[in-house]
């Protein structure tokens, strides 16, 4: 129920406009309507939001202002030592995160019979992937092919993905799903085990497969049991705030950090897989974000210290339809699955105002245009929003279908007095997705040698934008590929003496380029504390 | 603004904040006991008592508005029972139940883990199911569940009933859901090499004519 009079004045024009835009297929955009949209309303395109890079592989190219400060940043190791000659933790691999990739990679790295160590700054499943609503694409149906899923893809991504990883991505897609199926993950199906798929914003074949509106979920808690089944040895609570190489260059291990006791211990690997997620959490441009506690960029900081190129770190994806109202729910995730089951978009006025499956980069400028030159959006306390008309989905399907497709979004509104069934939702774009990230090649690895990286961390898969399911895909083919990559590289590979010498060569690129603040990074955790009455 | 107990001190917060927000805005930094910060992960379970009331309560702090005289003390988590199988040994019967949480036949029923699931489930449901090896039914009344424990604490029988749920949910998605022939069929597809050629020549084509292949692609309806 909404209490505001202002609002309640906009629904009912929503209401009273209902059927007839049910009837509406609204036309997709041109190209040249979509570069003018994006050019003019993406956040992406704000110039005096992004800065040059000072030092380090990337030097001269542009990135988001606070993601800049964090990887020109000061090290936390600043003043302290570790004794590198007694490592506290030693293990062929090292997986630095325990999200979706990483516990892929750790079961196909333990497969391999790799001794495996998992570190997460919180717990095993404490990430993104847990959040995951909407599905994970693969052309598996008879009329679709992985080419298709592939043009789908790289056209969604602004024709700029690095083909040979998007040519794995799409080509592995249905063994990563056959791979889930076999662990028990629950996909939605019909009673004949046809795989119940829908459209995502931008896909030409209906290919999403969901576990309700819980995907992400599902596949995680999946992947976490499976972990723990075979005995992988996993410490939570425990960040990596550098990496530690040999004599020889290669990537050897890691430094971690007890997140309470601050306590610093050394971990000693023939190999190391970053999975340490996105950035969400660096709030870039004051967007409120979808993302997990703990998404702040840390691989991309500690890989790009040690040496490794990022591909595309200017772009960003700001998820379309963010929870605007109320304010306890501001910024979460309203899956894109409630447009794909019908809810389309909708201003202040009642009106339709684009196709509600364009893709995410053009959805949300869209919007913003709505907000902003067209002034058609309804005021919050926040800001400005759009409804996303949700009791379309039971006028088109029948009733019952809220509960059963996005059961999730039913109960996050209901908490807060909001029954979607019956009324609609405000949304505004909300920072969700990092699409640039660290450059690998096919078999994983970074630019420094025994370096993998898989996940969000990665950058290039998707080019300048990313279609919704091909994350949660992502998370499964690259992280198994670098689990398994980085288990047979380990047989190999013979460690040399261990060393942070990297630190001191950033140190001096920072003190001759004139960096001199003392901003301490990566940042491991936002800092979320009222800042009124705060002591030093 | 509202009154509320953080850890046994008094602090006064605006009353629209969560509890999570509640501790932020009063100077705690999270380090434990928060995730996803929105009903997802299950992380941030916590037990609360509101002032003249004799029931502990529990809730999710990313999800619970503060109340005036709410006494709050938040757990990094709820250490539950995790029993270790291998999923491709396990049959889908009965029995692997009472093997590994035979305690869920001691439940006495008393329903205290239905009223303290986060999630509104029906959680003394799903364990009976579980109970009668009926995994497909167990799995769909406990999908929800974002394992936060909160009814583990407050079983007399000692179960871990998100533990319990998971096992009855693997078993289900692997052994007794409907089996996806399309998959298989198509998974082999690609192992025989079939698209190899049509994405190849796809991927080796200018970018003006990929860009026209998708500026005119047919989409599904």
Redesign the interface.
Known sequence: MYLDSKMNESIRKVEAAREANMKLDPR?M??EEKENLLKTFHPDYREDQFVSLRIGPNKGEKVPTELAALLEGKSRMDGLTVDLTKPDYEADVLIIGGGGAGCSAAIEANENGASVLVVTK??V??ANT??AEGGIQ??????D????H???A??GGH?AAQ?DLL?KL???A??A??WL???????D???????ITT?GGG????RMHA??D?S???IM??LR??V??R?IPVVD?TSAIELIKDENGRCAGAVLMN??TKELMVAKAKTVILATGGAGRLHYQGFPT?N??GATADGLVLAYRAGARLLYPDTLQYHPTGAAFP???YG??VTEKVRSVGAMLVNANGEVFMNPLETRDVSAASIIRECTERGNGVATPEGYAVWLDTPMIEAKHGAGTIEKRI??MM??FA?HGIDIRKEPILVYPTLHYQNGGLKISANGQTDIENLYAAGEVVGGIHGRNRLMGNSLLDIIVFGRNAGKEASEKAKTVQVGELTLSHLSTYNTLRAEAGIDDDKMSPQL?P????KE??GK | MVHVYLFGKKYAVPA???IM?AM?????????G????????G?CATVYRIAGDRELKACLAC?T?VEDNMYVATL??FPLV?E????EEVKPTQQIMMQLYPEIYSCVGCNACTKACT??LNTMQYIAYAQRGEYAKC?EAS??C??CGVCSSRCPAGISHPQVA?LA??????YL????????E??QE?LDGK?EK??ED??GKP?EE??E???T????K
């Open positions: 997709r041109t190209a919180l717990r499943g404490d847990m959040m693969a052309a598996d149906k008879p009329n092919s992985p080419a298709q592939f043009l789908d790289f056209g024709f083909k040519y799409v080509t592995e249905p063994e799903i056959q199926s076999k662990l028990g993950v629950e996909f199906k019909a009673p004949d085990g046809t795989m459209h896909t030409s074949r209906k576990a309700k819980y992400g979920a599902e808690r999946t049991d499976e723990l089944n005995g609570f997140m309470e979808s997990h506690y304010a306890q729910i979460a995730l059961p999730a109960r996050m908490k955790l800092d979320y504390v009222r009455n705060r | 629209s904040l969560t927000e932020e805005y009063s100077g705690y930094q999270l380090v434990r928060c995730g996803c910060r929105n009903g997802f992960c992380a999800s508005k990094p988590f995790k270790v199988y291998n999923i999630q509104g799995a999908f929800d974002v394992m998971m949910r693997r078993l289900n998605g692997k859901a409907p089996h996806c022939d399309h998959l298989d198509r998974v690609i698209y049509l994405i796809l991927m970018i990929i860009k292949l998708y500026n692609r047919d989409i599904e």
